[in-house]
């Protein structure tokens, strides 16, 4: 029994962030940051099963048509269709709302891919080791009504993902709610924000460092794409920030202080609560909220680190998120005084 | 993985005496590549520190163990378990914070002085560092645990998750170590 239940929405422009950095937050692996987006797919797969929109199975066909009908029905893609003619197969997806950020980071010169229904689908075939003929890319396309085309030439082999001829082409099943086009289903977001973190919690405390780049994408996506002009005093940034990701969605309110020794947010109806309850409770103190992400990365472009971050979670959906901060800019670190005091123990 | 990261640290320092590795290492395969370097160093050295600023080192004794490794010969420095105040036991020491650079040296100095044998130090990593210090001060700190590392004759391996360039303390570091490899 999955859950589908009506949902909230959030604007596309807040995950959208979140996604358009972390595809540029891996860019400086190459080709292999594509793994480390596809550790958010396996997050992303966690979260759905978890919060039953995914019903366990060991049938991978069964659980990508699953995970698509997730997608369809949170609004971020209406369906797809795979045809074969020959060796050629075209796969077309309608209403896909990845497009325009693919289009953005395909400009920007990025050969990675971090649609959220993508990398979880790569996570499901890749961990249940599912095998089939290498594809080739050999065409794409955007039709008159948004409509997005791909063509794959099967070019032999076996080391591919999977065999795209099986995934089942009957997705009438999916009832796709009528959602506004520049919003998502609040599941989609919630599924991308607890894969971020699931996905690098096996790097420990440093995976923080790796989520920390992404508020440097999602500043510079903020920037490019709704033309935020962020201040150099990082308390104005930050309120500027905060009030961008009110308007998208993430909360009802966001208070942002920040002074020289601790910053304080307080979130009223915070959209990111479900996964920092769920994330606290395994234990994990990583964060991936991206207004979070974005202070910490006007914090420390001031010269300042985040310590421990300490979230109170209050009623409904209220939470506060303290941040004591040390100013590192200044960070002096005299190795003939340590070396001395190593010495001497 | 395990095994082909275990065979090329074994090729890599071939003929290193004591060598002082910096080991960068791949994210994606971050755990498999810790596992090999320590499967390289326990089965050269009785003894070895862990300084973990990563994982409690409760977490990463049932790793170990379970990946093999003779967790008996190890001992923890360990600053990310959070304890009220420092905690010392016969295998582990715990800190409580990673952000005092200073305070980490002093344990790493006092858990190199409980052993007499010969021994290896590993700091599980420096990239932790980076998120609560400056990228220079992380550096000097670096600077300064390579240069008693070859004071005391222990050999081992500081490793940081491969970054990008701008928090990159590779290039800095390089020179003072033996080796660099990329894991």
């Known amino acids: ?345 | 993985m395990e095994s082909s990261s275990h065979g090329s640290i074994a090729e890599s320092l071939e003929g290193l005496e004591k060598p002082i590795v910096l080991a960068l290492v791949d994210p994606i395969h971050y755990q498999d590549a810790v596992v090999g370097l320590l499967r390289y160093f326990t089965g050269k050295v009785p003894r070895g520190i862990y300084v973990t600023l990563n994982k409690p080192f409760a977490v990463l004794s049932k790793t170990f163990e379970k990946a093999g490794i003779s967790v008996g010969s190890l001992f923890f420095v360990d600053a990310i378990t959070n304890v009220p105040s420092v905690q010392e036991e016969s295998s582990s020491i715990c800190l409580g914070s990673a952000t005092d650079l200073s305070n980490l040296c002093i344990a790493t100095s006092k858990a190199v002085n409980r052993f007499s044998e010969e021994k290896f130090l590993v700091l599980d990593s420096l990239s932790t560092l980076l998120i609560y210090n400056d990228h220079r001060a992380v550096a000097k700190f670096a600077h300064l645990l390579a240069e008693k590392m070859r004071r005391w004759g222990t050999s081992g391996s500081l490793l940081t998750v491969e970054m990008n360039a701008e928090r990159d303390v590779v290039l800095q570091l390089a020179p003072f170590c033996d080796k660099v490899v990329k894991l």
């Not at chain 1, 990845?98 to 289009?103: A, F, I, Q």
Request: proline fraction near 3%; hydrophobic fraction near 40%; include cysteine.
């Open chain 1, 1 to 345: 029994m999955t859950n589908r239940e009506p949902k909230e929405t959030i604007q596309l422009s807040v995950l959208d962030s979140a996604l358009y950095g972390a595809a540029r937050a891996f860019e400086y692996l190459g080709p292999r940051g594509q793994a480390m987006l596809e550790k958010i797919g396996e997050g992303i797969v966690d979260y759905c099963l978890k919060e039953r929109y995914l019903k366990p199975s060991d049938n991978w066909e069964e659980l990508t048509t699953e995970l698509t009908a997730f997608f369809v029905e949170n609004g971020y893609l209406r369906g797809r269709e795979v045809v074969r003619e020959g060796e050629i197969i075209t796969e077309a997806i309608r209403g896909y709302q990845y497009l325009s950020l693919k289009k953005k980071l395909r400009d920007k010169g990025s050969v990675l891919y971090s649609c959220p229904w993508c990398v979880a689908e790569d996570a499901i075939t890749r961990t249940m080791g599912v095998s089939g003929p290498r594809l080739r890319a050999i065409s794409e396309e955007t039709l008159s009504d948004g409509t997005y085309v791909r063509k794959h030439e099967i070019a032999g082999g076996s080391e591919s993902k999977r065999d795209v001829l099986s995934i089942p082409l009957d997705l009438s099943f999916i009832k796709a709610e009528a959602l506004p086009a520049d919003s998502v289903g609040l599941p989609v977001f919630e599924a991308v924000e607890y894969g971020l973190v699931r996905g690098y919690n096996y790097l420990g405390a440093q995976a923080q460092l790796l989520l920390d780049n992404l508020g440097i994408g999602i500043i510079e996506f903020l920037e490019e794409e709704f033309q935020l002009n962020l201040p150099h005093e990082p308390e104005k940034s930050a309120k500027s920030l905060a009030s961008f990701y009110v308007s998208g969605g993430l909360a009802d309110s966001i208070e942002v202080d920040i002074s020289s020794s601790s910053a304080s947010v307080e979130f009223t109806n915070y959209r990111y609560a479900a996964v920092l309850r769920a994330l606290l409770d395994e234990g994990i103190t990583l964060a991936s909220c991206p207004l979070t992400l974005t202070i910490r990365a006007v914090l420390r472009n001031a010269g300042l680190a985040v310590k421990e971050m300490k979230w109170k979670i209050g009623d409904r959906r209220d939470v506060t998120l303290a941040l004591p901060i040390i100013n590192v800019a200044g960070q002096q670190f005299d190795e003939d005084r340590v070396s001395s005091m190593m010495d001497a123990v």
